[in-house]
């Protein structure tokens, strides 16, 4: 299933709760990167200190033309037509996939990225999953990790283009109107304990959301 329909309404609601979980800088300048027709960019707007400047970047002219009012720039994720060391954050949502060169575009997001900012990149598809169940008396959340190497080659291409205090989160995208939590924990594993069950392989839904910081803070 392509990633773009995996996050979409219904699931919008789990995608924009996940986004501001992950995201913990007090942002004066991000980047919406991939934006389309900016469906996401109020978000970002929203989880930036008020009176941020957060402008939308898509190489479709015709996405952004369908856009609604905002601050909008037509441009390539391999060359970006900014300065270095400007933005403070930058979303990157459900368009990783269509990067022509994947180690290029985190090259150009880490040149933007001032020294200690944030990255925040969405992944979504099927995957082969064993769903866990946990006791009544559930784990911390600090406690757990995806299981089942969910996010590990996403986070290692990021890992290697030099992006460091780097994390990763899976979330269950079926069924629908699952909270954080819910969506969370049947995808994750303890450093140190076990689930009471652990499933059988099944191809389901899952949402990654890796955020990375750039170095030299």
């Known amino acids: 299933m392509p990633d773009f329909a995996l996050l979409q309404a219904p699931h919008s609601d789990l995608l924009r709760a996940a986004l501001a979980a992950a995201t913990s800088v007090q942002a004066h300048c991000a980047l919406d990167l991939a934006c389309g027709q900016g469906q996401h960019t109020p978000w970002l707007q929203a989880a930036c200190v008020p009176e941020a400047l957060v402008v939308g970047l898509d190489i479709a002219h015709d996405a952004l033309k369908a856009a609604g009012p905002g601050a909008w720039l037509a441009g390539d994720a391999l060359h970006l037509p900014l300065r270095s060391a400007v933005c403070d954050l930058i979303w990157c949502v459900a368009a990783w996939q269509f990067f022509a060169n994947r180690r290029q575009a985190l090259r150009e997001m880490g040149r933007v990225l001032r020294p200690g900012g944030q990255l925040v990149l969405t992944l979504a598809g099927e995957r082969w999953v064993r769903l866990r169940t946990w006791a009544a008396e559930q784990p911390n959340e600090y406690d ?73 803070c």
């Open 144 to 216: 757990l990790v995806p299981a089942d190497e969910l996010g590990n080659e996403l986070n290692n291409e990021i890992v290697s283009a030099d992006f460091i205090h780097n994390t990763v989160a899976a979330y269950l995208l079926d069924p629908v109107g699952l909270d954080l939590d819910a969506a969370r924990r049947p995808l994750a594993q303890l450093i140190c304990g076990e689930p009471l069950v652990i499933g059988e392989p099944e191809a389901i839904g899952v949402l990654l959301v890796v955020t990375a910081q750039r170095a030299g």
